[in-house]
């Protein structure tokens, strides 16, 4: 785990892998840091996907795989923004790129 504070001006604590320990500790201009690190230019669809994350783990603690998150955006948000496509439109790297930005934890097997 990483101090509660870095150099990039991130605050709270880090796993090995960059990931939030704790997600009650994420605020926006933390999200906005960990896009930059990830080269991600946010606008309004990257928030309300982020917004979508972040309630979807609160609700089922667990790191979905694209395929469910892709079905659970269609039913939330619309057909349209509910495909694997436009969730890599917005997050080329992927489902952890979105977590990390989300400053939601994920399980490593190892650090």
């Known amino acids: 785990m990483n101090a509660s504070s ?3 001006g991130r ?16 605020d926006p201009g ?12 946010l606008n309004e669809e990257h928030h309300l996907v982020i917004l979508f994350l ?3 783990y ?3 603690a667990v790191h979905p795989v694209i395929r469910m998150i892709t079905a659970a955006m269609a039913k ?5 923004k509910g495909t694997s496509k436009y969730f890599h439109s917005l997050f080329p790297a992927g489902i952890n790129q979105a977590f ?11 650090c």
């Open 6 to 8: 870095d150099n990039n």
């Open 11 to 26: 605050k709270g604590e880090f796993d090995c892998k960059g990931y939030l320990v704790d997600p009650l500790t994420w």
């Open 30 to 41: 933390l999200r906005d840091l960990l896009a930059k690190e990830e080269n991600v230019v």
């Open 54 to 56: 972040r309630s979807y």
């Open 58 to 60: 609160e609700e089922n």
């Open 76 to 80: 939330s948000l619309g057909p349209e």
């Open 100 to 110: 990390r930005i989300a400053g939601l934890p994920v399980k490593h097997s190892c």
